[in-house]
């Protein structure tokens, strides 16, 4: 996912689903304006195939982001803790784990003291959208 979407669907294909298909490009529409925020690394920079990979988009005029993680194929980790940047201490955040409709609210701080992430399947993968509520 980035700030531009190109896909290649067949919608021929037996089994394909038209629901997802907008459930995906909706998804895409909904956060894509956070590609032009500013871009944290939330782990090292690695191409390994047995590694995560995360990093958080940020929006301070909206006061709101995005955070994309992805367990590779040979990941041996269900979990990650991420440490979110650009967030105010005292403000509460609520969160939204997009895939599986989890909400959740947590400070700044917490958030900038470790953030959890499971992902159960490798590869996964995992978006999360934030925005400031207080």
């Not at 784990?97 to 959740?104: H, L, P, V, Y």
């Not at 400070?107 to 993968?125: N, Q, R």
């Amino acid at each position: 996912m980035n700030n531009g979407m190109q896909v290649n669907w067949n919608l021929y294909q037996p089994g394909f689903s038209v629901e997802t298909a907008r459930r995906l490009v909706n998804e895409f529409q909904r956060v894509r304006h956070f590609f032009f925020g500013d871009f944290y690394p939330l782990t090292p920079h690695s191409v390994a195939d047995d590694v995560w990979i995360a990093y958080q988009f940020h929006r301070d005029d909206l006061r709101a982001g995005i955070v994309l993680a992805f367990r590779r194929p040979q990941c041996p980790s269900i979990a990650l803790r991420l440490k979110l940047r650009a967030l105010s201490p005292e403000a509460s955040y609520e969160l939204h784990f997009e895939d599986s409709g989890a909400k959740q609210v947590c400070t700044g701080k917490e958030l900038a003291d470790a953030l959890a992430v499971t992902i159960e399947s490798a590869p996964g993968s995992a978006l999360i959208t934030y925005r400031q509520v207080e």
